[in-house]
């Protein structure tokens, strides 16, 4: 009888310790479910931070094209406004340029002096010489001189026979004067002709300061928005490695 007695406490005990040992086991689980869970926490907590990361990254990305196409067209804008106004300005001064030449040639063409003398064409610009057109001046002055002399003479020989001395020389006098205006009116003439002449010189050099202006100005232009284009393509490149 004890011994039946003993052999029931013996797998009692073996029992209890069978039962002690699962219990331990299942608190082991439990401990390695917790850890296990805080881990899967920490992964999904940093998945979204990836994600999230990756959205600031793609949004970044947008928001730096779009201001290097703001940034571009905003360059190109400006230079089209320039170059725009450099172009008015040309045309304005084509058009004065323009209008002093003709001007020039209305003076020109006032005289048949001027259109017999041996006078260039004042279109040909690039071979004017002032002492040229001054020694035609001086010639035209002295042409003009020898008319009004003969002028005098002829009506001289014409009317001594017939007129009295004094009437004479009043009529001799009246054309004196009208010759000291002819002769006044040559010399405004000749000056408003070498006065044109210089603006036109000086239109000249004007024009071709703005054209030379505006070369510089185009080549400026290409250079900046090549190294703009050249930047832009940069940073998309480093964006797309990203």
Known sequence: MKDEVRMLQQKHAEKLEAMQME??????SRSDLKELRSQLLARSSSVEDMEKMREEM??????LKIEHEQEMEKLRLEHEEEI???QEKL????SDLQESRDKLE???ASSDVLQSSPLRSISAMSDY???QVAALNKDYRSLMTLTNVANVSGLSELEASNL???QMEEEQEKQEVEDQGSEDKLMEEEDDHVKLVEQLEEMKVSLNELHDEMEVMKASHTEALEALNNNHEKEC????QE
Request: aromatic content about 0%.
């Open 23 to 28: 219990i331990d086991s299942h608190r082991t």
């Open 164 to 166: 009295p001395e004094d």
């Open 91 to 94: 045309e304005q001064v084509l």
């Open 237 to 240: 490149e480093k964006l797309k």
């Open 129 to 131: 010489d002032s002492s």
């Open 106 to 108: 209305e003076v020109t």
């Open 84 to 86: 725009n106004l450099q």
């Open 58 to 63: 793609k949004k970044a990305k947008e928001e």
